[in-house]
């Protein structure tokens, strides 16, 4: 027993001694596991790669790499997938806060339309000068007459223009037996004098063509023998000293042989739209002739 004992722990001994000796002689290495070759390991096995790094665990942080590719292919960074999400996000907050800001304009309610300078005319002097200093019997009268005239420029003074007028009727607020009688379609020699404001509106008014068919006469040739015609009215004892077109006011505008009753008439002209039947009264005959 003990020579057996002794053979084999010598041929232990002796394997052992070879062992070493094959060793050396091929040069093998000793086996160890390489951790870099884990990736590629799990790769050629069809299994699930590495997890991107990132400072958010989130499902968009997360890459999957499958297939034999190694692991520090697979590996991305969280950082960079976050960053195009953050600039998306941004940019369609730009485009709601876009959206919203353009919705707000929509619903804004329109700004109202200001008044020109004709309404705002009309509106003072319809407001200002009434009762027997009434100019002008409804407000499309006014409308009319004003656009017959030189609009001017505000502030204006002794020039037969609106805004001259728009002044008069402004200042007719507190002193309407001063101020009306030259806010109104004559000029009153504040806007103008009687016959320049007369004839511009005859001008405008009763033309050739405004007035055909007619008999009587109906329209001056020009300005000139307007304003030769009027400047040569004579004075008119039993008419009124200054234009009203107020159906109380006494004495009237409507009848008499002087430059009220023809303005009165040729404003009629223009509310009705009718110059063939109130010209021929506008340029001197019926009613406007010597009581």
């Known amino acids: 027993m003990k020579l057996l004992q002794r053979h084999a722990t ?37 299994g699930a790669a590495s997890t991107s790094a990132g400072g958010d665990s989130s ?59 004709c309404e ?15 100019q002008y019997r409804t407000f499309d009268q006014c409308i009319e007459v004003c656009k017959r005239l030189p609009v001017g420029v505000t502030g204006d003074e002794n020039v037969n223009t609106v805004e001259c007028r728009v002044r008069q009727a402004r200042f007719a607020e507190s002193e309407p037996f001063v101020y009306c009688k030259s806010a109104g379609p004559l000029g009153g020699g504040k806007c103008g004098s009687n016959c320049v404001s007369y004839c511009s509106l005859m001008d405008a008014t009763c033309t050739a063509s405004s007035t055909a068919g007619n008999v009587e006469r109906s329209y001056f040739k020009d300005t000139q023998e307007c304003l030769a015609e009027c400047g040569g009215l004579p004075a008119d004892p039993t008419g009124p000293t200054q234009y009203s077109s107020s159906m109380t006011a006494s004495p ?12 009165y008439h040729v404003a009629a002209a223009l509310e009705q739209d009718a110059p063939t039947e109130h010209c021929p009264h506008a340029i001197g005959g019926d009613p406007c002739i010597a009581q």
Not at 124 to 130: D, E, P, Q, R
Not at 252 to 263: A, D, H, I, K
């Open 10 to 46: 010598l041929g232990a001994l002796a394997s052992l001694m070879l062992g070493a000796a094959c060793s050396q002689v091929l040069d093998i290495q000793d086996a160890r596991i390489d951790a870099t070759l884990a990736g590629g390991t799990n790769g050629a096995n069809g």
């Open 59 to 117: 499902a968009g942080d997360v890459n999957v790499v499958a297939g034999g590719q190694s692991g520090g292919a697979g590996q991305q960074v969280g950082g960079g997938s976050h960053g195009g999400a953050g600039a998306a996000l941004g940019q369609a907050g730009s485009a709601g806060a876009e959206a919203g800001a353009s919705g707000a304009g929509a619903g804004a309610p329109p700004t109202p339309e200001q008044p020109n300078t």
């Open 120 to 134: 705002s005319y009309c509106d003072a002097v319809l407001s200002n000068c009434k009762g027997k200093y009434e």
């Open 252 to 263: 009237s505008s409507f009848v008499g042989n002087n430059v009220f009753c023809r303005t």
